[in-house]
Nanobody, 127 residues
Framework: QVQLVESGGGLVQAGGSLRLSCAASGPSFSRLAMGWFRQAPGKEREFVGV????????YYADSVKGRFTISGDNAKNTMYLQMNSLKPEDTGVYYCAAHPSWGYNTWATGGYGLDYWGQGTQVTVSS
């Protein structure tokens, strides 16, 4: 079993930045792709981005391209989401997920079927 714990959420003004972290642990954690989703109140869960284990492949939703960057420290089993130029529409609960496949279709279709999820961290962007 893999455990994922997000941190780094908070309140920020529009145009500001935040960095989220997702720490992974557990005996099954090995060479998993890790990514992020978000969910705003009253809306469906939305794919944000995914990074392959090696970091050689990353995919992002169009809504965050050029503003958000996923990186990772495999030695620390931790993934990061650097969010710049934040907008009020970026507000939501951000969830970390992990899965053996980093394929775009696996992640960008709502994340259903992904193996592991964190509990989420709230990000609020004020206008």
């Amino acid at each position: 079993q893999v455990q994922l714990v997000e941190s780094g959420g908070g309140l920020v003004q529009a145009g500001g930045s935040l960095r989220l972290s997702c720490a992974a642990s557990g005996p099954s954690f090995s060479r998993l792709a890790m990514g992020w989703f978000r969910q705003a109140p009253g809306k469906e869960r939305e794919f944000v981005g995914v990074r392959s284990w090696s970091g050689g492949v990353t995919y992002y939703a169009d809504s965050v391209k050029g503003r958000f960057t996923i990186s990772g420290d495999n030695a620390k089993n931790t993934m990061y989401l650097q969010m710049n130029s934040l907008k009020p529409e970026d507000t939501g609960v951000y969830y970390c997920a992990a899965h053996p496949s980093w394929g775009y279709n696996t992640w960008a279709t709502g994340g259903y079927g992904l193996d592991y999820w964190g509990q989420g961290t709230q990000v609020t962007v004020s206008s």
